[in-house]
């Protein structure tokens, strides 16, 4: 069994996503000892577009990258023990990744909602940017 996640989490195509969470748990583990802050990546960044705006795009994308990774290896690795080898389960196998992160980007919108209370809109250029993109598209 322990192989089987091994290879599913290091294996064509969820390899992408283990790559990318390795980069979310090193930036984390860069704030955690204070060389950079949460919100070190938003000056120009807006996820509002993907209904994941009202928290740093750090902790949506590391939240999307985390749920995307455990999505895509939990589905890989049922497929691996439970589905025949064969042609549907080979093109299974690379529908996996896109399924994972579509799924995991609506998850995300879900839990983003309650963390944005604790994340309040700062005065700045960006924050003045949706004001006014508020008041335009009403």
């Known amino acids: 069994m322990m192989r089987t996640f091994v290879e599913a989490a290091t294996g064509l195509p969820g390899i992408l996503f283990t ?26 960044a807006d996820l ?14 590391s939240l999307l ?24 389960t080979g093109v299974l196998h690379l529908l996996a990744p896109a399924g994972s992160l579509f799924v995991a980007w609506r998850l995300t919108c879900l839990f983003v909602r309650p963390l944005r209370r604790h994340f309040p809109v700062e005065p700045g250029p960006l924050a003045d940017h949706r004001k006014h993109r508020r008041r335009t598209h009403r």
């Open 19 to 44: 790559a990318a969470l390795v980069v979310a748990v090193c930036f984390w583990l860069l704030v955690a000892v204070g060389v950079v802050t949460v919100d070190s990546c938003d000056a120009d």
């Open 65 to 88: 990258t985390v749920l995307a990774w455990l999505l895509n290896v939990a589905v890989t690795a049922l497929l691996s023990v439970l589905a025949p080898s064969g042609t549907v």
């Open 48 to 61: 509002d577009a993907w209904s994941m705006g009202g928290v740093p795009v750090t902790v949506a994308l």
